[in-house]
């Protein structure tokens, strides 16, 4: 099982509409979640950190279900710079090292 | 807003040679990362440097592959005998604290021909 799963898409979707992405990571000790977003060619940036308590930023909600090893991303209206692919990053921790581990990517495309 | 530099930009290099690449971290940071993405796959981790060594490094990172902070700002990464499967986009990110803080640089596309 991967460690880190997401629907690769692509997702096209018309502008001002709302898009759902899922996520799930198999390592039960992971320890933080974040959805990071990277445009074609450049570098991951990170778009916000996941909390059990969910978290909005914006048009932006995120959530993360600890018992089912789950997180979202809600994007509402959305515009067409939200194009991009979004990636779902878990933290894991190996006997007191830390590291990023990444999904493949959903790419996101926002129809005029 | 200070941020993660990386030289060069792009990199191409023929099979079998040594490669350097280049990252200059945030001047405050204790951590320091280096992922790769070959094109169209995940960011994948290959190492994590911190307190002047190796933390952590994945499968990837074999003897084909270094890492030195030569100078206290400079964070390299050094693979020899370049591979045709070598060519990704390199990252370099640093932190404060650990990963959950960390910084990309804008990447070093290396092209193993």
């Known amino acids: 099982r991967k460690e880190v799963e997401q629907d690769p898409g692509p997702f096209n979707v018309p502008e001002g509409a709302t898009v759902a992405f899922n996520c799930t990571y198999s390592n039960s000790a992971s320890q933080s979640f974040f959805w990071y977003r990277q445009d074609c060619r450049k570098e991951p940036k990170l778009l916000m950190s996941v909390y059990s308590s969910g978290n909005e930023d914006g048009r932006f909600t995120a959530q993360l279900n600890r018992a089912s090893q789950y997180i979202s991303l809600l994007i509402r209206d959305s515009k067409l710079s939200d194009s991009a692919t979004y990636l779902c990053v878990v933290n894991v921790a190996n006997f007191g090292n830390e590291k990023l581990t990444f999904g493949t990517g959903t790419r996101l495309t926002i129809i005029p | 807003e200070p941020e993660v530099t990386q030289t060069p930009s792009h990199q191409v290099t023929q099979m079998g040679q040594e490669v350097i690449l280049r990252c200059v971290p945030i001047?405050?940071?204790?951590?320091f990362y280096w992922y790769r993405q070959i094109l169209g796959q995940k960011v994948e981790f290959l190492v994590s440097?911190?307190?002047?060594?190796?933390?952590?490094k994945s499968e990837i990172f074999d003897d084909q592959f270094s890492v030195e902070r030569p100078d206290g700002s400079n964070f390299t990464l050094k693979i020899r005998s370049t591979k045709l499967e070598d060519s990704a986009m390199y990252f370099c990110?640093?932190?404060?604290?650990?990963?959950?803080?960390?910084?990309f640089g804008q990447g070093t596309r290396l092209t193993v021909v």
């Open positions: 001047s405050n940071h204790l951590y």
């Open positions: 990110a640093s932190a404060p604290t650990g990963p959950s803080e960390a910084f």
């Open positions: 440097f911190y307190n002047n060594e190796i933390s952590e």
